[in-house]
């Protein structure tokens, strides 16, 4: 009777576990292509906000959310990010150790003062 039991309990466990269907999925990946998405546009308005309020840096908050938001949601946007900071080493500088860790999980890169 006891070992009737245990396969009960293993056959509603293997039930319980259900796989992400692939409709999911697909909404999954289409929410964090538009999360993406709008982080690039974040990144593109703050250019011009840093401009035009030169006195309160509101366009900073902006662009880091968005980079924020490309970085962790698409692959695409991670390598765009990565490449500009390998052909400009020197804007890694700039960027807290905080957001290195949240986009890219890593810790800054060392950067040689003669800017290689």
């Known amino acids: 009777m006891l070992d009737d039991e245990t396969s009960v309990d293993n056959q509603q466990s293997t039930i319980t576990a ?6 999911r999925n697909g909404v999954y990946v289409a929410f964090r292509q ?7 546009i974040m990144i593109a308005v703050a250019i011009p906000i840093a401009f035009l309020t030169p006195v309160i840096p509101v366009g900073l908050p902006i662009a880091i959310l968005g980079v924020v938001l490309l970085g962790r949601n698409a692959m695409w946007g991670r390598r765009w990010m990565e490449s500009v900071l390998a052909r ?29």
């Open 34 to 40: 538009v999360l993406a998405l709008l982080g690039l």
């Open 18 to 23: 259900k796989p992400i269907s692939p409709l």
């Open 88 to 116: 400009h080493p020197r804007v890694e500088r700039f960027a807290p150790n905080w957001l290195m860790r949240l986009v890219f999980g890593r810790e800054k890169r060392d950067v040689h003062p003669d800017g290689r």
